[in-house]
């Protein structure tokens, strides 16, 4: 039995395989693209400038002009090369090799035309309503310690990053305690107060160890996040979330809830 | 001599696509003020912005409410492109079409074009990326093409520093060379697609005279959008085709003048 001949395509038929092929060459783009999309914008192990925004806003908002590059007078800002491990064409520094020096005027900030690196964040409000630049309320990141490498925790004598921070004894303060085995000597360990440093970098740089034992991490890797169910009840302001707390705050009702928790502590079997 | 008036236009868009980079160069090497920043966006005479419109398109699909820099700057390339240059960003500006017209002019050197196989892609492709590129900008919230653009590499990496975009440019040249003729910007760029949306009805056009065309067909040969070619020598009129990048090449290689620069509403008047 010979085989038969297929029929050739009909116009119909052609149209809906072209058809299914381009969608599926087009599903196929759009995977490949999709998982890389997810990579790159995945890791976030850089600094930004002074004033970005959140991470996943700045990569939104940034058009990879460098204009905020080109304005910064000691070369710190880079935008990223393919291979860098940074969203390629974004802006980012390295503070162990050209850290933020906290120009007082801030020039990188203001050219830049997306909003990705926005003036209100880094604008302090004076008491008569002016506003100003102030780089101080920059957060590019955080310095964190490692009191393992930390010469200064071993009883060796070395303050070259406190010496280095732009908010000496504001951002990073030496805590002095005794060397017991020593027993004649102290312990002059540096400390990074959170809320203060602005993660310029400046101690990095200057680190005396090998590799810096002190280094500045992006704030959404250093920090930890007690979630709002701690409140610090010494504290007014922080208690006045109490009041204003909505949400994951509902109170169950049960027939037993007739009396508070208040009152049967107060009540006499206590 | 003549290789000149047989170049001319080529000469031109090759002293204004290096005269751009230069200037960006200039801006971030020695502080010029000329034009700042790059093709993403710019800042000319420091005061007029310039921004990439397709850029923005894709960031605003991201979510992102930008500042008002880019969005007049991106409206002015839109309006400028819109009303008088047409595609003529592909031609005359971006620094990846001097890598792919190289590509291009190496495989009529090397007579590769005439061992072609069958073309696997066509153009509407990049039509189809440009929605894709637009669609996963809002799905992951970043601009998606920004991650891989070859044309933002290649200008950044003339600006700052080249870096691993090197590999990406040589695949974007390989390609056009042994892979496809005009493979990269007359099928995939989803760039050179939207400036062909938005050129559709600019003023600067190129016309055809179909009385002097002697048929050698030397424009078809050359050109690297050669189907919006499709009158020559059948008909007397414009190229109205939004993918026609404004190159020029058309013109100068015709002997018989059959083929000139025009602008659209002059011409119907008289
Ligand atoms: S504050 Fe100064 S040193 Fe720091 S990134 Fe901006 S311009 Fe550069
Ligand atoms: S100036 Fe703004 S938009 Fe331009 S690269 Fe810097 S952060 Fe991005
Ligand atoms: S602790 Fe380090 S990163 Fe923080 S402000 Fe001081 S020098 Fe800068
Ligand atoms: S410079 Fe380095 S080694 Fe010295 S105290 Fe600071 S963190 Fe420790
Ligand atoms: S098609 Fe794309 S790569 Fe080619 S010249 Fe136009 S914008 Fe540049």
Not at chain 1, 25 to 54: F, H, I, K, M, N
Not at chain 1, 235 to 257: F, H, I, W
Not at chain 2, 67 to 72: E, I, R, Y
Not at chain 2, 225 to 235: D, Y
């Amino acid at each position: 039995m010979s085989k038969e001949k297929l029929p050739p395509l009909s116009e119909r038929r052609r149209f809906l395989l072209q058809a299914l092929q381009g969608l599926g060459l087009a599903t196929l783009g759009a995977l490949t693209w999709s998982a890389y999309l997810d990579e790159a914008s995945a890791s976030s192990l850089y600094l930004r400038p002074p004033g970005a925004l959140a991470e996943k806003d700045f990569l939104s908002h940034c058009i990879r002009c460098g204009l905020c590059v080109e304005a910064c007078p000691y070369d710190t800002l880079k935008l990223a090369r393919a291979g860098d491990n940074v969203p390629v064409g974004t802006p980012y520094f390295t503070a162990r090799m050209i850290p933020c020096y906290m120009c007082k005027d801030i020039p990188c900030v203001p050219p830049c035309p997306s909003g990705a690196l926005n003036e209100s964040l880094v604008t302090k409000m004076a008491k008569d309503g002016k506003e100003t630049l102030d780089i101080t309320q920059a957060k590019m990141g955080v310095a964190v310690i490692d009191a393992d490498q930390c010469i200064a925790f071993w009883g060796i004598q070395c303050d070259a990053c406190y010496r280095a921070c732009p908010l000496i004894n504001e951002a990073i303060v030496i805590d002095a305690s005794r060397n017991e085995r020593t027993g004649k000597h102290a312990f002059m360990a540096p400390r990074v107060i959170g809320d203060v440093c602005t993660g310029c970098g400046m101690c990095e740089k200057a680190c005396v160890t090998e590799k810096a034992s002190i280094f500045v991490l992006p704030l959404a890797i250093a920090k930890g996040k007690a979630g709002s169910n701690y409140i610090k009840g010494w504290d007014e302001k922080d208690e006045k979330r109490l009041e204003t707390q909505t949400g994951g705050g509902a109170t169950t009702v049960t027939p037993v809830s007739d009396q508070k928790a208040v009152d049967y502590l107060n009540s006499e079997e206590f | 001599m003549k290789w000149l008036a047989k170049h001319r236009f080529m000469i031109l868009r090759r002293l204004v696509q290096i005269t751009v980079i230069l200037l960006y160069f200039g801006a971030n090497a020695w502080g010029w003020t000329i034009l700042e920043g790059n093709l993403g966006s710019s800042l000319l005479f420091k005061t007029i912005p310039l921004a990439d419109p397709f850029a923005l398109l894709q960031m605003s699909a991201a979510g992102a409410l930008l500042g008002m820099d880019v969005l007049l700057g991106a409206a002015i390339i839109t309006l400028f492109y819109a009303l008088i240059g047409g595609r003529g960003f592909c031609g005359w500006i971006c620094p990846v079409n001097i890598v792919t017209d190289v590509a291009n002019g190496l495989r009529r050197i090397l007579r590769i074009n005439e061992i072609e196989r069958r073309v696997i892609i066509n153009r509407t492709i990049r039509y189809w990326i440009l929605a894709l590129s637009i669609a996963l900008s809002a799905i992951f919230g970043v601009a998606a093409f920004e991650f891989i653009s070859p044309i933002g590499m290649l200008n950044r990496g003339l600006i700052f520093g080249i870096g691993f975009g090197g590999a990406v440019i040589a695949g974007v040249f390989l390609f056009d060379l042994f892979g496809m003729k005009n493979g990269f910007c007359g099928h995939l760029c989803p760039l050179g697609g939207f400036y062909s949306l938005i050129g559709r009805f600019s003023l600067i056009r190129v016309k055809h005279n179909q009385e002097r065309c002697t048929l050698c067909m030397k424009c078809t040969e050359i050109c690297p959008e050669k189907p919006v070619l499709h009158m020559v020598g059948k008909r007397s009129e414009f190229v109205v085709q939004g993918e026609c990048t404004n190159c020029g090449r058309c013109v100068e290689v015709c002997d018989d003048e059959a083929l000139h620069f025009d602008i659209r509403l002059l011409a119907r008047k008289s």
